[in-house]
């Protein structure tokens, strides 16, 4: 999977870094401003009622 | 089949890493809501005292606004939370919320508090240090009520007769004001409940 998207970027292996780990970057960005926010009322840990 | 089994291998340690940052998400990426709630809750409230110095009346809460502010000097001498009203998942997120229907504070009766114990802030974080004779303090529109710590217990999340207006006893009539904090216990696990009883000790109108 990894080395699919590796397989897959233009450029030598600085650009290809650069731009792997942007995409990195995004991704948990996405999850931690997106998708946890929106997730973690629906699970039931901490809940004192 | 090599190739199969590395993908598979590699879904896992994906899925692991993003399991491990959910976790690290609810302990600390959940506060930073809640504070952004609580600043703006305290400032209006401040506000609010300030402004209607003495002319309020009892039961007038505005939907979306602090019931009160909470502090317990036991905790530091910033410890300060906005109450909301409501006990659902979306009251919590911004801070201890007043379970509806319980006494209001200052009122006879069962002033019943939650609060999440590890995420979201963490306001009831350590509620389980309290001891008996410790100051619970709420401060409301009207007046700066004290209540004393008198007794903590850890019960099922069944047992609802703790929040009861006379705790332990749900068919009795109440004769005192009582505030009644509860929030998760053991951390990290709902599968019981932290409680800590007060009695009303002290009321300070404001002028």
Request: glycine share 10%; net charge positive; with cysteine.
């Amino acid at each position: 999977m990894y080395g699919f998207i590796w397989r897959r970027l233009p450029g030598g292996t600085a650009a290809r870094l650069v731009v792997f780990l942007l995409l990195i970057g995004i991704a948990a960005g996405l999850l931690w401003y997106v998708v946890f926010p929106w997730l973690a009322p629906r699970v039931p840990v901490d809940q004192p009622w | 089949m090599r190739a199969a089994l590395r993908v598979v291998c590699e879904i896992g340690v994906t899925a692991g890493v993003v399991l491990l940052m959910f976790c690290a998400y609810l302990l600390w990426g959940t506060g930073s809501y809640t504070e952004r709630h609580q600043r703006v809750l305290q400032q209006q409230f401040e506000q609010e005292i300030h402004e209607k110095n003495g002319k309020r009346s009892l039961g007038r809460i505005r939907l979306g606004s602090a019931l009160a502010l909470l502090r317990i000097p036991r905790l530091g001498p910033d410890y300060t939370f906005a109450i909301v009203e409501g006990v659902d998942a979306e009251a919590l997120r911004e801070g201890p919320g007043h379970y509806p229907g319980t006494a209001l504070p200052g009122q006879t009766g069962n002033f019943v508090v939650s609060g999440h114990r590890t995420t979201y802030l963490a306001p009831f974080n350590r509620i389980g240090e309290l001891r008996r004779g410790d100051d619970i303090v709420v401060d409301t529109h009207e007046a700066r009520y004290t209540y004393r710590v008198t007794r903590k217990e850890v019960v099922l999340p069944t047992r609802l007769d703790v929040i009861a207006p006379v705790p332990g006893h749900p068919s009795e009539p109440p004769s005192k004001a009582l505030i009644t904090l509860t929030t998760c216990n053991p951390m990290y696990s709902a599968s019981e409940r932290l409680i800590v009883h007060g009695v009303l000790a002290d009321r300070e109108r404001r002028t």
